[in-house]
Structures are given as C-alpha cells and as structure tokens.
C-alpha cells in the first residue's frame, strides 16, 4: 500500500488533446511529474507548451483526457482550490499588477492563506532572497525591470506555498545575467523540495538543471527521458542547442 502511494506521481497528465476552435493545438498528451522532481517541456514557439500548462491549471478546457495531481483528478476545480492545495503557475508574462506595490503584490500570492505569522515569515524569506525586492518594496512593481518583475512573480508564487511549480519560459525577454539568476532561483526552490515543471525556450539551461525533459513539438511529445540523455540527443543538439 505504502509503495504504491509514494509512487503516485505529482502530477500525472494522460492523453490530453486541447483545441482553439477546431485547431488541435496539443495532441495525445501523457507526462508525469514525481515528488521532488524539476522536469523540463522544451519545444519551438507555438509547440503548444504554455497551451500544456494551461490545460493543467484548468484555464483552457480539455477536449480529451485526464489530469491527476497528487492522485486527485483536476477536472472542474477552480483555481483557488488548486492553489490552496499547493499548485501554483507562474504564467508567462508574469501576471504582476503594476499599479501595486511590490509588497501588496507579494501579499496577492497568499490571498487563500490565513496564518499571519507564516506570511510575514514567507515574506521576509523572500525578500532575504531577493534583496532587490526588499529594498523596493514600497514601490509599484511596474517600475521594475523585466528581471526584477520575474523575481517578484516567482517571490509570490513562494508566498503560496507551492508543492508543485508551473513555470512558464521565466527567462522569457530577460538579459543573460538575469537568465542566469533565475536559474539560480529555480534550483534554490527545487532543492527546498518544490516539485517544479519547467516550460523554456532556452533548453540548455533548462535540461542542465532538470532531471527529465519532454520535447513538444507540433503538439505532440517527440522524445522524453533523463534530461543528461536528451542534452546529448543528436536531434536535440540540432533542434534546440543549435549545435
Ligand atoms: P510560445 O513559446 O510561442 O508561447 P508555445 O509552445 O507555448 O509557444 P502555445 O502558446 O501553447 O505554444 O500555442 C500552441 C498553438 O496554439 C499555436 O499554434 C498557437 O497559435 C495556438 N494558440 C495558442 N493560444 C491560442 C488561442 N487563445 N486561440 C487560438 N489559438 C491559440
């Protein structure tokens, strides 16, 4: 009994087709990720990546299959409930309200929590992390820079108590010193026991720091595995390290 329940997968997606009208823009879908796991979707724009992660927070309505998170079905759950149980998307773009300050921002991420000594103790956590929050955090998070809004969306999603991490492409439009620090932060809350699925462009930096990868390509899933393997892929190389 005991075996069988730890082995549950986090997050288990099965056969998931979604279409925009009649366009099927993800087809026969099965990824799963485990406890613990940092795991990579890598592909080329309009794959159907942030389409995958969106079927999986209940934002774009499945046409066909299922999605499991820690052994429960998703389908029909608002969004709160599944934040409230630990599954916490940090959507491309960012989703940071620029007329906010950084501080209400970061107070926005725990808005299904109530124990108010464990959000004052997130906060500082986060703001130990991101010294750059910290010293702005009376400003309005439009007047940081790109980097900066990406750490302040991921510093509100630590302000909910993820279990499971969506990510979608955080390194989106930044500077190479800033991808690099996002890096640095997606290994921090990895190695703090968040389980993380990881949507990026840079597929590099991404299978460097996952333990598996799966490549979308056209909707489908083409190839999946150990991430050490695919980053020595001949198609991969090719088609994503552009070597
Ligand atoms: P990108 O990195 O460019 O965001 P992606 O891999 O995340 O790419 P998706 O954004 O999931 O890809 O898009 C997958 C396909 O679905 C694309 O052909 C896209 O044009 C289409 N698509 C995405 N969103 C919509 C929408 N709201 N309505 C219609 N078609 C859409």
Request: hydrophobic fraction near 40%.
């Amino acid at each position: 009994m005991t075996e069988a329940r730890t082995s549950t997968p986090m997050l288990e997606v099965r056969g998931m087709d979604v279409a925009y009208g009649g366009i099927r823009a993800v087809r026969q879908l099965n990824l799963h990720v485990n406890r613990g796991e940092l795991v990579s979707l890598i592909g080329a724009n309009g794959a159907g990546k942030s389409t995958t992660l969106r079927a999986i927070c209940g934002l774009v309505p499945l046409a066909a299959g299922s999605i499991h998170y820690q052994g429960k079905s998703l389908a029909g759950q608002p969004v709160h409930a599944m934040v409230r149980q630990g599954l916490v998307m940090v959507p491309e773009g960012r989703g940071i309200f620029p007329q906010l300050t950084i501080e209400e921002n970061l107070h926005m991420g725990a808005y299904t929590r109530h124990d108010k000594v464990g959000i004052v103790d997130d906060l500082d956590k986060v703001y130990e992390r991101f010294p750059r929050l910290a010293e702005r955090r009376k400003q309005t998070a439009g007047t940081l820079s790109g980097g900066e809004q990406q750490m302040l969306a991921m510093g509100r999603a630590i302000l909910a108590q993820p279990q499971l991490l969506l990510l979608d492409e955080p390194t989106m439009g930044l500077a190479p010193i800033m991808v690099d620090k996002i890096f640095e932060v997606i290994q921090d809350i990895s190695s703090q026991g968040v389980t993380i699925l990881l949507i990026e462009q840079n597929a590099r930096l991404a299978l460097e720091v996952s333990q598996r990868g799966y490549v979308l390509e056209s909707g489908e899933l083409t190839l999946q595995g150990p991430a050490k393997d695919l980053l020595h892929d001949a198609k991969v190389r090719a088609a994503y390290l552009g070597e």
